[in-house]
């Protein structure tokens, strides 16, 4: 067995798995998974199929989710930077897909970090409705915002707050919450060796005392008739059943949403809530608390999910549906406001748009440079774009975003990304931000560039070098010019922008980002 397993941890779960131990230990000796999520934002799955680089085989609890060879390195492919599809353990893709994320959902993705969840509900989202994702560690909500901006969300927040924060600026306002709650990490020792190296020290009775923490916001976060989902990445009774049926003792407004046991769930455990409430010795060592459940509440974890490495081609997880039985709040289609009407008249400068929400002060005056620098913006949206972009413009941090909540909902909350982050104002110019053109189609811009990716012309681009094209490459819309900025594709998706004049493109693609 190539992962060295905590003593504490087997023996605990021999305890609990019994005759099925075995099993399940011999499941350490098998390689781990890899997966890649289609991100239909972009791409359909049946579009991505015709053009997948990797052997695909389906996932079976979510559609757009495949197993794929981990040494065909999906990670270095220009298709990967086009944002078309998201590497993910295979089991991470199970909570998202029962939250039953609809479009115009408000959704928020509470401990959201590195964000491959949120771009999995942003996908579901299809770019209507609000999706607030959040991460309380200041250094993890980098990537966070990073994924978000690559996969080309247009219609999300990023937060960096406490929960508490969140439902005092938002309460009952979410109608999808997603918890995957900071968790003692044992269904990841296959996966990933450092979790079960620092398994004593990340220890079950300290999470379990977040956990309680964060289900009992969620709820005062939650619209009536809205779900919640509660998901971990270990075995540990104490983190999963045992926080459910806590839950439902305290709050008799919620039942849980039995999950499909033919897309490979296996049912919850609340015979193991019975041994910690019976005082088990094994389970006591842990020092977590062990509260006080009535039976009834216990009985209804068994309707909670598992996927069991010895029994699913992924790692270990639980999953908890929980609905609140009060009636669906109807939520006002028009806020927050879909992420793309249609643009500026080709011979005016007005948009055709009305009904714009206030900036990002409000109603009334705002300081001359926000004003310039939002005029300055949609004269470049005019310039170059195809459509106009839906949102409300907001200046922050000396960038400009299209946000999908207004100032006032934001204030007070520690704000990593206000929302789609289109640019900003140097010398005088608009210089528009990569993520604008992560997000664009091609149809949307008014200038594209297709680059080979045979011929290794994408690559090239992706590694920041300075391209020869002449100007018959440069597709424009009717009466524009090849001079300017370009949208730059590879076989139809967007990687990001490029500048050109007389035959040479400028290579605008961010450093940080570049091909290594």
């Given amino acids: 067995m190539a992962v060295q397993l905590p003593a504490a941890f087997v023996t605990r779960m021999q305890a609990l798995l019994g005759d099925e131990y075995d099993e399940f230990l011999s499941s350490y000796d098998s390689p781990r998974y ?17 053009i997948s680089p990797f052997e695909l085989k389906a996932i079976p609890w979510c559609e757009t989710g495949f197993y794929v060879d981990e040494s065909a390195k999906p990670g270095k492919h220009p298709y990967y930077h086009a944002g078309l599809y998201y590497i993910q353990e295979p089991s991470a893709m199970a909570p998202a897909e029962a ?3 609809l479009p115009g959902d408000r959704v928020l993705d509470l401990c959201a970090a590195p964000g491959g969840k949120s771009t999995q509900i942003a996908a579901k989202l299809g770019g209507k409705g609000l999706l607030v994702t959040n991460d309380i560690s200041t250094d993890r909500t980098k990537a966070l915002a990073k994924n978000m901006e ?21 309460p009952h306002y979410f109608n999808k919450i997603l918890i995957d709650a900071p968790c003692s990490g044992e269904g990841m020792f296959r996966k990933d060796e450092d979790m079960a190296r620092q398994w004593e020290t990340h220890s079950i009775a300290k999470c379990t005392l977040m956990q309680r923490d964060i289900l009992s916001t969620a709820a005062a976060l939650l619209s009536p008739g809205g779900r919640i989902v509660y998901s971990t990445c270990t ?20 039942e849980i949403v039995p999950l499909d046991e033919t897309t490979g769930f296996s049912p919850g455990r609340p015979d193991w809530v019975a041994l910690l409430a019976n005082g088990s010795e094994v389970l006591e060592q842990t020092g977590a608390p062990v509260p006080e459940i009535s039976e009834a509440a216990v009985r209804r974890t068994a309707g909670c999910g598992r996927l069991w490495p010895h029994k699913v081609a992924g790692e270990g997880h639980f999953v908890a549906v929980l609905r609140h039985k009060g009636e669906p709040v109807q939520l006002n289609e028009a806020d927050p406001a879909d992420v793309m009407t249609p643009h500026f008249d080709q011979g005016g400068g007005k948009s055709r748009r009305k009904g714009r929400p206030d ?6 005056k705002k300081g001359p440079d926000e004003a310039e620098m939002l005029g300055r913006w949609h004269a470049f949206a005019s310039e170059q774009l195809a459509v106009e972009p839906a949102g409300s413009p907001l200046l922050f941090g000396g960038n400009v975003y299209l946000s999908p909540l207004t100032r006032q909902q934001l204030s007070g909350l520690k704000t990593v990304r206000p929302g789609w982050y289109v640019g900003t104002v140097k010398n005088g110019r608009f210089q528009p931000g990569h993520p604008l053109a992560a997000a664009l189609h091609p149809e949307e811009s008014l200038r594209a560039l297709e680059l080979s990716l045979p011929a290794g012309e994408a690559v090239r681009y992706l590694k920041g070098e300075t391209l020869e094209i002449p100007a018959s490459r440069i597709a424009c819309a009717p009466g524009i010019k090849p001079k300017g900025y370009v949208l730059i594709t590879v076989d139809g998706y967007a990687l990001g922008w490029g500048k050109w004049l007389d035959g040479l493109l400028k290579n605008e693609y961010p450093a940080g980002w570049r091909w290594t």
């Fill in 34 to 50: 890899a997966g890649i999520r289609v991100n239909t934002l972009k791409i359909s799955v049946d579009e991505f199929r015709a």
């Fill in 99 to 101: 939250l039953d994320v």
């Fill in 150 to 170: 690559l996969y080309g969300v247009r219609n999300a927040v990023v937060l960096n707050e406490t929960p508490e924060r969140i439902a005092a600026a938002f």
């Fill in 235 to 254: 075995f540990a009774p104490e983190e999963n059943e045992a926080q459910i049926a806590e839950f439902l003792e305290q709050n008799p407004d919620f």
């Fill in 359 to 364: 900036g990002p002060g409000g109603p009334g």
